[in-house]
């Protein structure tokens, strides 16, 4: 039998080469709240998104750019040019309009507006091991930064409920939690995590704890959702303020943002606040053993670097050896949404 022989092709490294091309396309749209509009208006044609928008230049360019959201699979269309109809796909209706509780773009916002940037710089961050954001640009502490200012606050709380958002939910329903009654998430950002649980767990209190700038945040999420009877906020800082006591507390997309010695200090935090019996949970960006599968989780480590200089995401090995470490008995798995996992640490 002969061996089949795959043809070289420089595809995947031109796709990959201009990915920055596709991708600033979809910021765009999202900057524009092009599917929040579409979603409003079910169909429009080119010259009305190009009046909504606000778009001076030429047709030429808005058919090329809506075309091209169209062969992303963004965009449906209908009809040719000065004929076309142009709606949202299933997915950007549900994900990309702003007025629904299902939005994921503050994530892709905050890329667009801050990190798109930063990340032409990560041949600096590679030779450097500098963080190459606001920190580079003389600004102090990236937190400092994000939490002093209220309109990035606002947005840097809307893309961490958009990044996890979908893990959140998963997670919600795949975890068994009937054997406990509260949880604290540290670093609850704006609570998105303690509202889910809450919501779909009745028997659930739950605690978001975070620095005392995201309690107005926090609060209004819980007064939308009517759920003040069992979801609370607590101001404090993680690294000098004991977490708040419960059976479970959880830490989502936080042990990524410092290195391996304050990642263990941070375990050995949360292991304090937990009751015998109870567990850690850590949401993230878990990458696999052997390095090869979890793209977006290496990347995500790189986005540390950009945004922090000595951050990383990590595996799940590395995650139980520090489990052990702080005195965990046990540890698990759990795939979340997309390329996320629970990480999982048992007392």
């Not at 579409?38 to 429009?44: E, P, R």
């Not at 975070?210 to 979801?231: A, F, G, T, W, Y």
Request: hydrophobic share 40%.
């Amino acid at each position: 039998m002969e061996k089949q022989t795959t043809q070289p092709s420089p595809q995947s490294i031109m796709q990959i080469g201009s990915g920055f091309w596709a991708s600033k396309i979809l910021l765009a749209a999202v900057n524009f709240q092009l599917f929040t509009h579409l979603a409003k208006n079910k169909t429009m044609t080119a010259g009305q998104i190009k009046d909504v928008l606000n778009l001076k230049c030429a047709d030429r360019n808005v058919y090329d750019f809506l075309d091209a959201l169209t062969a992303l699979g963004f965009l449906n269309r209908e009809g040719l040019l000065e004929t076309s109809q142009y709606s949202n796909t299933i997915d950007t209706d549900i994900f990309l309009d702003k007025n629904k509780p299902s939005y994921v773009g503050g994530i892709l916002e905050m890329m667009n507006n801050r990190l798109y940037r930063f990340w032409g710089n990560l041949e600096d961050g590679l030779r450097t091991g500098l963080p190459q954001n606001e920190i580079k640009e003389g600004k102090g502490n990236l937190f400092e930064a994000i939490y002093t200012d209220p309109e990035k606050l606002k947005e840097f709380t809307s893309a961490m409920g958009g990044a996890q958002v979908g893990n959140f939910m998963v997670f919600a329903q795949k975890f068994d939690f009937s054997k406990y009654k509260t949880l604290t998430d540290a670093g609850g950002s704006g609570g998105l995590l303690s509202l889910t649980v809450a919501k779909d767990h009745p028997h659930m209190t739950c605690t978001s704890f975070d620095l005392p700038p995201l309690e107005p945040i926090v609060k209004n999420n819980i007064q939308n959702l009517k759920l003040s009877d069992r979801v609370k906020t607590a101001n404090g800082d993680f690294f000098s303020d004991p977490i708040p006591k419960a059976d479970i507390v959880v830490m989502g997309n936080i042990l990524h943002d410092w290195d391996e010695e304050q990642k263990i200090l941070l375990m050995k935090k949360a292991y304090e606040a937990i009751s015998a019996g109870g567990a850690f949970v850590a949401i993230e960006n878990v990458i696999d053993d052997e390095r090869k599968q979890n793209a977006f989780g290496l990347m995500m480590s790189l986005n540390m670097l950009i945004e922090t200089g000595t951050g990383f995401d990590y595996t799940f090995s590395e995650f139980t050896k520090w489990a052990k470490i702080v005195g965990f008995k046990s540890t698990s798995i759990v795939p979340l949404a997309g390329a996320a996992s629970a990480a999982i640490a048992y007392k």
